[in-house]
């Protein structure tokens, strides 16, 4: 449970397994549950310290987005193929966005295998694709139906950092001698998070409320463009913080037009 001061904008972050950029979180009530289509809570969105009057009251979608190779502009470049685990070299350095222990998955559309797209299903072959989805982490379901789009499931990688190579990061999945080549498209190998997750808006809330129940859902295909809800991630409170006292504040210069620091005190 996490406790804020009301009349304070605040930005969570999400832990968890599985995150993307499709799910979606709801401020509901202590007395909804999540599952489903719960009620809003009386919750501010989308405010900032200093533009509160530009706040929404709650009815708007709380987004999250996933540190990925869009929001950091660093992508894939190469991937060193070992026995037991693998390298992936970024274009620039990582180990400052990613930490040890992260779960990462790599985006199929990006990865060329034997230099053939993965998504492309004519040119590749099952024994191709397999090896595509060993490197990025997410797997075809086997009993999708010829035709029809790929079901998949995720899987991912749980990285560490490669001592003096802020550029590199290793995986846990490797090939032998007969590994095929890997390389993406056009150069850039697109990434993604999936353990951690930041909202895209700021919270706020105007008055004390206990126990509101931050519930976790996400977008489906079958659902357009909506977010089916379903489990709780977490509960929030809200306090009205204690009056400070014995508060001043004090020059530290008398002279006109100068520029000093003043103290501000409290107890």
Not at 85 to 104: A, K, M, T, W, Y
Not at 140 to 152: N, P, S
Not at 260 to 266: G, I, Q, T, Y
Request: hydrophobic share 35%.
């Amino acid at each position: 449970e996490c406790v804020f001061p009301t009349n304070l904008p605040v930005r969570l972050t999400v832990y968890g397994w599985g995150l993307s950029n499709q799910d979606e979180l709801r401020i509901a009530p202590s007395s909804e549950i999540c599952s489903g289509d719960p009620a809003l809570a009386d919750v501010r969105t989308s405010c900032s310290a200093t533009r509160d009057r530009y706040c929404s009251i709650g009815d708007s979608p709380i987004g999250l987005q996933p540190r990925d190779a869009s929001t950091t502009q660093v992508f894939i470049h190469r991937v060193y193929t070992g026995p037991l685990r693998s390298i992936l070299e970024f274009s620039g350095p990582v180990q400052d966005l990613i930490n040890p222990g992260d779960i990462i998955t790599l985006d199929l559309g990006s990865i060329l295998v034997n230099g053939k797209r993965v998504l492309d299903r004519v040119a590749t072959l099952p024994a191709e694709r397999h090896e595509a989805y060993r490197l990025s982490g997410e797997y075809e379901f086997q009993d999708t139906v010829l035709g029809q789009a790929a079901k998949m499931h995720l899987v991912g990688h749980q990285v560490s950092h490669v001592p003096d190579h802020p550029n590199q990061l290793f995986i846990p999945v490797g090939w032998g001698r007969d590994a095929p080549a890997f390389s993406f498209q056009d150069g850039l190998g697109r990434w993604m998070r999936r353990s951690e997750a930041a909202v895209t808006q700021d919270i706020q809330s105007v008055r004390s409320q206990t126990r509101l129940r931050l519930c976790w859902g996400t977008q489906r295909g079958d659902s357009g463009n909506m977010a089916t809800f379903y489990d709780q991630a977490g509960m929030l409170t809200f306090e009205e913080s204690p009056p400070l006292k014995h508060v001043g504040i004090f020059l530290t210069t008398r002279q006109f037009g100068a520029i000093a620091p003043c103290v501000l005190s409290f107890r």
